[in-house]
């Protein structure tokens, strides 16, 4: 049996997870009977140990006592209410119907998107580099156009006019972090080992090597991050910062997010303009009389951008158009005015209701 | 030794519990709640307040109909596998125009991350588990779920067949092909962190 066989077989994970004494008599003495079988059972039970400790956060995910209570109580009220009456009393809820469309997309979808409840006021550039000691660099740019340097770590940074980028002396020694307060865009030269850090407004972007743009300015009441290649996670400033999408959400090409500072929530939405992704062939978009399945998987191969529509409605669709000159959002403008749909962007993805070909 | 794996007592719970008794269903509660809450957590990570309101449910309609329910073989499986058709069915309500979520595979969505990606983000992680954590994060959804219901929730292959109602046989397919990919992440992983792997 190889270590995967072995994992699938509810006798040997039974034995590993909790032995008796009977499930150790019967190991022990098969592995004696058929000691070339103890390499795969060592490497099982070794895998095993390692996709446990992978889920120990999962294992350890705690429900607070008192929700516990909380919601005992709840379902007693409920209980009692009902009685034997048979009807379902009304209870007030926790949930209320707006977001399970949010939280539906994302279960199936098996994405996170994260909302924070931490209630900091605003530390803001100047409580961030306060800490800074007096070696540290800054830039400012007055200059009223945008201005091009480079960071230590060879990264650029276009700086708008009316901000300012902090980073300390011993910038690129173990972790790459700046202190923005207004605009940016950076283009992160790759290095693994060093984390590339964005403080801004309350909000820390990570870059796992990319383009990507800042909007921090302390005037105004959002933080607004897009992603022009690779990608990055963001999260609230004094959250742990971990590289885990669970820690904060994660920006694909094509996104971007915006955080509230007066909700503290981020929202995450496409940007303004999607441009086609750099490295993938771009499709013809000229289409004669073809299935508009194909359309929407050419259209979202090429943007990164993921289209979410009524299959069963839309599905057998057609369409005779060429859309190679035009932006993402004509195209989509075009496809809904021939099929009758309308579009909204939700998430960073785009759903299509309506519409058919009758 | 977790109350729950004593299934005996736990069916003697059950019995009191249908019979009317309300501490036995209030202990049922307090063996299951924790369990019933991080498996929620994990099929609906971004609404706790959902989660809770579908546990309530659950909780709710087995008090309601406690004479007329069975008593299960495993009541961690019946609870999970209740709560989990409460999430879906009231997402399910709300979604109408989506359908085509349930009519296709889920696995297609999930697009794998390139090498490059994935030793980016290793890079950062600190520690072995951190590594482990993100290496299984890359699964595909039902595959960590499987692998979720396996190792940590200790149910077998058949029952985790029911909860994501494919035959034992696609949930152990599951696991295998999550454990064949793990294992061949965790040799190159500790080809690169030789140190700490």
Known sequence: M???????????????????PASTAYW??????????????????????????????????????????????????????????GRKPVVRRWFSGAAAVAAGLALLLGGG???????????AYVRNTASLK????????????PETFRLPDGSEVVLSSGSRLSYPADFNRQTRTVYLSGEASFSVTRNAGVPFLVYANDVVTKVIGTRFVVRAFEGEQEVRINVQSGRVSVYQDRQAPRADARGGVLLLPNQQVVFSRLTEQFTKSLIALPHLLPGVSTPRFSYEETPITQVFRDIEKAYGITILYNEETLGHCQLNASLASLGFEEKMGVICTTLGARYEIIDGQVILTGGGCE | MDPTRDESAEQVLWHAFRAGDEEAYTRLYHNHIRALYRYGMSLVPASESFVLDCIQDVFT??????????????VRHYLLK???????????????????????DPEELWAEPSEVEQREELAHARTREERLELLIARLPPRQQEALRLRFVE??????????????????????????????????VVSVLFLLFF
């Open chain 2, 82 to 104: 209740a709560l989990k058709n409460r999430i879906l069915h009231l997402l399910e309500r709300k979604e109408k125009p989506f359908q085509r979520f349930q009519e296709m």
């Open chain 1, 2 to 20: 190889s270590p995967a066989e072995l994992l699938t077989d509810d006798a040997f994970v039974d034995h590993q997870l909790t032995p008796t």
């Open chain 2, 61 to 74: 309609e087995l008090w309601i109909k406690r004479e007329r329910v069975t008593t299960p073989a495993s």
């Open chain 2, 154 to 187: 200790n149910l077998d292959y058949g029952r985790i067949g029911e909860l994501l109602e494919i035959s034992k046989q696609s949930a152990q397919n599951l696991v295998f092909r999550a454990v064949e990919k793990l294992r061949g992440w965790i040799s």
């Open chain 1, 134 to 145: 007096d070696t540290s660099v800054e830039r400012t740019n007055t200059s009223g156009k």
């Open chain 1, 113 to 123: 998107v994260a909302w924070w409840q931490l209630s900091r006021p605003v530390p």
């Open chain 1, 28 to 85: 022990a003495g098969r592995l004696s009977r058929f000691p070339e079988e103890k390499p795969a059972y060592d490497e099982a039970k070794a895998l095993l140990e390692a996709i446990r400790l992978g889920l120990d956060r999962y294992a350890q995910t705690t429900i607070p006592e008192e929700t516990v209570r909380q919601l005992l109580w709840k379902i007693q009220q409920v209980n009692t209410l009902h009685g034997s009456k």
